[in-house]
């Protein structure tokens, strides 16, 4: 089984930053991909970013590429998302998520059904 813990959400202004940083503790060494999602109020879950298994491409959204990146520590067990240029609109719950290893080449999951375990959430509020 795999557990993940999601830290470094808050309320910032617009225009500061936020780190978010997730660890995964349980059966590591299962770990494939991993994604950042978002959730806002009465909106459906959509992916803000994602890395591959080795860290070596990554997939932002349209609305964060070029504010947040998503990096990846393997020694660690973690993930973070970097935002900067933080906007009123990236308030949302921000979960983490993983990808069990099954094999085949590396690639970045877009789609929530693409992975396995997920995180509790934290919450980003941007004020304007």
């Known amino acids: 089984q795999v557990h993940l813990v999601e830290s470094g959400g808050g309320l910032v202004q617009a225009g500061e930053f936020l780190r978010l940083s997730c660890a995964v503790f349980?059966?590591?060494?299962?770990?494939?991909?991993m994604g950042w999602f978002r959730q806002a109020p009465g909106r459906v879950r959509e992916i803000v970013a994602g890395?591959?298994?080795?860290?070596?491409?990554?997939y932002y959204s349209d609305s964060v590429k070029g504010r947040f990146t998503i990096s990846r520590d393997n020694a660690k067990n973690t993930v973070y998302l970097q935002m900067n240029s933080l906007k009123p609109e990236d308030t949302a719950v921000y979960y983490c998520?993983?990808?069990?290893?099954?094999?085949?080449?590396?690639?970045?999951?877009?789609?929530?059904?693409?992975?396995?375990?997920w995180g509790q959430g934290t919450q980003v509020t941007v004020s304007s």
């Open positions: 998520a993983v990808k069990d290893f099954r094999g085949g080449r590396l690639s970045v999951p877009r789609r929530s059904d693409e992975y396995d375990y």
């Open positions: 349980g059966r590591t060494l299962s770990i494939d991909a």
């Open positions: 890395i591959d298994r080795i860290g070596g491409t990554t």
